[in-house]
Each structure stands twice: as C-alpha cells, then as structure tokens.
C-alpha cells in the first residue's frame, strides 16, 4: 500500500516511455519523483503480449536508428535494437525487389546502442538493384501503375541520391518548406508517379500508420529523414524491451503500478485506490484522451486506428529479415515481416512468427483478409498458417494533419506539466522528445542545475 500522505517533488502519471523517461530525468538530477500508473504493468502502448513461448507486441513497431532520443535518453544505452535488413522489400506485380537502401547507412551509423544487434544482424538481402522472384509465383517484369518497370538501376540511382540529400539536410531547412497534407507534398514536388506509388505512399504509410497520408508534409519529410540517415529496427525481445529497461534504471520504489489518478493540481494528485498524494509538481505522461480526462480543455487529436496479426508457419518465407510493403495495395496489410529472422528472441528455437500490420479501422474477419493478402505478398499458401494474435488499437497513433504543432508546449502551468507522443510527434521519437522538454521544463522551474537568482520567476515546487 502507498502512504496516502507520501510527498515527492514530482509525481508523474503514466508509465509508458515518456512519463518513464521523464522520471529517469528528474530522479538523475536529484529530485525525488513518484511515478503512478493505472495498468498492472509498466509500458502503455509498448506492451508485449507472451503466447507459447512467442513474443507478439501489441504494436507493429518500427523504429528507426535515427531517432535522435533513441542515443540522448538516459537508461536507453544498453538497449539492444535488432536491425531488419537494408531499406524495404516492395511487392509489386508479383514480384519484390529492394529500395531505399542507402550506401552510407548501411552499418552502424546512428546505431550506437545497437552494437549487439550489429554482431548478429541477418545479412543483408539480395542486392538492391536485383528483383527476386516471389517463390512459387510466375516471373514478370514488375511494372508501375504508369506501364514502366519498378526498380530498376534507374529508379534504384534517383532514390539513392533523393535519401543522400534528405539525409544531409537540416531538420529545420526541412520544418521551412510550405506544410500540406503529406500525399498532397509528394505530388506537388513533381516527383515521378512511379517512385510515389512504388515506393514513396507505402513507405510512408507503414512509417506514420497513415494509409491516406494526410499527415503533414513536416512530419512526413521527418519520418523519412529518419528512413534516410538509419536502419528500421525493432527492440530486442519485443517493445517491453523499452520502458522496461528505462523502469529498471530508476531507483527502487518510484514507479507504482494499479494506481489510477483522478484528478490534478500543481501540488497534488487525487488517486481512485489510495486518495490524494502532495507534490512539488505534476507531470501528466499519459495518451492524448486520459490527458484531456484530467485537464478538461487539453487538445484531442484524430487518431490512426492499428491492427497487429500475429502468425506462425512451419514454412518460414524466403524474405530473410526484410520489412516487406505492398507498392499494388492489394489488400489490408501495409507492412508484414518474419520477425523472428529480424529477432530470433521473439520465437521459440525452430519456430516462425509472422506480424503484420493493418492500416484503419477494425473490420470483421480481418484475420481471412489478412491470410489471403499475405499469400500473395509471400507468394505460398498461407492456409495452415497459425494465427497466434490479433490486437486491435483504435487510439493507436496521434494524427498529425496540418497544421501540426511539433513542439506543443509542454508546461501549462509553474507546477502542471503534460508530456507524450501527443505533444511532438506520434512515434516513439515524439514521445521521449517531448518527456525530454517537460523534465527541461520541470528542472528548470524547480532551480535545478543552475543558482537561482531574485529576478527568477519564483518556482510553486522545489527540489528538496
Ligand atoms: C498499434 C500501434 C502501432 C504503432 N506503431 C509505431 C511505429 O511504427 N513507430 C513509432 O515510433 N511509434 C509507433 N506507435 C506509437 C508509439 O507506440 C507511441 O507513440 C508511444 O508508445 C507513446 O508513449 P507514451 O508514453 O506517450 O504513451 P502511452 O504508451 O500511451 O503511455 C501512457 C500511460 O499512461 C497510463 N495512464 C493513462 N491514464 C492514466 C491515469 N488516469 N492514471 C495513471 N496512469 C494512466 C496508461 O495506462 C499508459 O501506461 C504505435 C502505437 C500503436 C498502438
């Protein structure tokens, strides 16, 4: 049981990354922090479900290398992060071939926590400009919606120099350009309709869980800078793996788990099972909906519903560790892998697990559509394939339309705070970000790290 009068500079509600990594921030500096979170478990949306000695994440993650607070969060350094091979598989009329791999960042560039990874990563696919044969299927050039062939040298040599100069090019030159809906941008900047529908509208789409793209070009073209500079990866284990590790790097009794709160001040929390604990101040971590619970007025965005399906065969597909996209959208899956050859951890020794990732709402019998797609995707018979999971999210990802606020702001309030994917980006780049600034926020109002001077504003929490 909690002591219902416990003080603590800063409680922090939420246990997911943000409000985890937050806590992380304050308790290295020295202020003392109480995280409560209402689940039994610590994670939120990084939950990873155990079935038979597998691993099913509730989400279909892709994270990226490049993820600068991936390198800059406290506790994360010895995360191990499992490479999938370079760039992505494209399927398209019958036929995959490689894209997007960039010569530069085919090592370890922006991987520097992935260093195990990097030792066991699968080798690479086949080479980039070499279509491969969908098993089983007959061979044909693969073609674009405009009649001409999908990549080819040509294609593969635009792309190559289009991700050389995104990866050099400055975040803010980036934040500069004119905002639109993201599908909108890639027509306006004249690019070929082959390299939109054969590589560009699928890639972003699994990256921002946005099958219509109307994402803001801003975040679009930083989701792809991303894609650009590192290597998609998943954490090793499963996507517990994150805010698991970050929880064990705090000190021994700040997080509580099945403590729901109900209300918040700036020097209080009111909670559902243990009454009111006084604070310092108060850092709202939780998703964009339970935010607005505990602060009435706080913006709701849109959000991007996800299903995650989960399979086993006994028939592993001959993809390797690539992260392959369907460029014909002939079905519900935006992007499908065989995890367990990106990270063996995820399946009993012997075994194959198969997630894949639907774009949209939850439809009846997604798991029959899902089979039939795959077959093709995969070009075998998918029939006595084992359905291990589904999970369904419908509040999956944040929407970010234009105009979308990248930086909202963070401190409400001397003593009220609100931090999560909701106030950055809706990845897991935007969460920790945005936890990074809150607790930037906190520090500094509290006077931590620098002497304090009369003519500062006077802080309502203090460090003790
Ligand atoms: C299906 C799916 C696919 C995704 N795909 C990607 C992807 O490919 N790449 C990517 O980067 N990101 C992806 N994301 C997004 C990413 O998972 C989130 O951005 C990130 O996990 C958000 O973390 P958070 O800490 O902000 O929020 P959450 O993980 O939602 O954590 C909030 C926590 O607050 C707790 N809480 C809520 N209310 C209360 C209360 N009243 N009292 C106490 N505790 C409370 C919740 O139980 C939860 O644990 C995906 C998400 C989903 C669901």
Redesign the pocket.
């Known amino acids: 049981m909690l002591e219902p009068t416990y003080q603590a500079d800063v409680v922090v ?9 937050a806590a992380r921030r304050l308790t290295s500096a020295g202020v003392t922090t109480m995280v ?4 039994h ?6 939950a990873t479900e155990k079935v038979d000695g597998f691993r099913l994440d ?7 290398t490049a ?1 600068p607070e991936l390198r800059l969060t406290p506790g994360l350094d010895g995360l191990a992060l499992s490479l999938f091979a370079p760039g992505v598989l494209l399927h398209s009329d019958g036929r995959h071939h490689r894209a997007g791999v960039q010569p530069g960042t085919r090592g370890a560039r922006g991987a520097l926590h992935a260093v195990r990874a990097l030792a066991s990563a699968p080798r690479p696919g086949p080479g980039p400009r070499r279509p491969v044969a969908v098993p089983g299927r007959q061979v044909s050039a693969p073609r674009s919606r405009t009649g001409a062939p999908l990549g080819t040298a040509v294609d593969q040599a635009r792309l190559g120099a289009a991700f050389t100069k995104l990866a050099g090019t400055p975040v803010e030159r980036l934040l500069a350009r004119p905002e639109m809906p993201a599908a909108e941008a890639l027509v306006a900047r004249g690019l070929p309709a082959r390299t939109i529908d054969g590589f560009l509208r699928p890639l972003l789409s ?2 921002l ?1 946005d099958p219509d793209l109307t994402t803001s070009s801003r975040s679009a073209d930083l989701a792809l800078r991303a894609f650009a500079s590192g290597r998609l990866c998943l954490p090793e284990g499963g ?1 517990e793996a994150l ?1 698991q590790q970050l929880a064990r790097t705090l000190p021994p009794g700040t997080v509580h788990t099945g ?4 209300s918040v001040s700036t020097n209080s929390v009111t ?1 559902a099972e243990h009454g009111e604990f006084r604070c310092g101040a108060v850092l709202i ?3 964009a909906r ?2 607005a ?2 602060l009435p007025g706080l913006r709701v965005p849109g959000f991007h519903p ?3 399906v989960h399979h086993t065969t006994d028939e592993p597909p001959a993809t390797g560790a690539s992260l392959l996209l369907d460029a014909d959208r002939g079905g519900p899956v935006a992007h499908t892998a065989v995890v367990s050859r990106v990270d063996p951890s995820r399946a009993p020794a012997g075994r194959t697990l198969v997630t894949s ?1 639907v774009l949209g709402p939850h439809t009846p019998d997604i798991d029959t559509a899902v089979r039939v797609h795959l077959a093709r995707l995969y070009g075998m018979s998918t029939a006595r394939w084992e359905t291990l999971g589904v ?1 369904h ?1 419908a ?4 929407a970010m339309r234009p105009p979308h606020d990248l930086r909202r702001t963070v401190r409400l309030l001397a003593g009220l705070y609100v ?4 106030r950055d ?7 920790l970000h ?2 990074h600034r809150a607790s930037a926020a906190i520090l500094a109002d509290l006077g931590v790290g620098r002497p304090l001077h009369t003519a500062d504003p006077v802080p309502t929490a203090r460090a003790a």
């Open positions: 509600v939420g246990a997911g990354i943000a409000g985890l990594s409560l979170e209402a689940a478990e610590v994670g939120g949306r990084m509730r989400i279909g993650r892709l994270l990226s993820y699994a990256l869980c996507a805010p403590v729901r709160v109900t909670t971590a939780t998703g339970a935010a619970e505990l996800v299903t995650v990732t999970h999210t509040e999956a990802v944040p931090c999560g994917d909701h980006t809706g990845t897991v780049q935007g969460a945005s936890a």
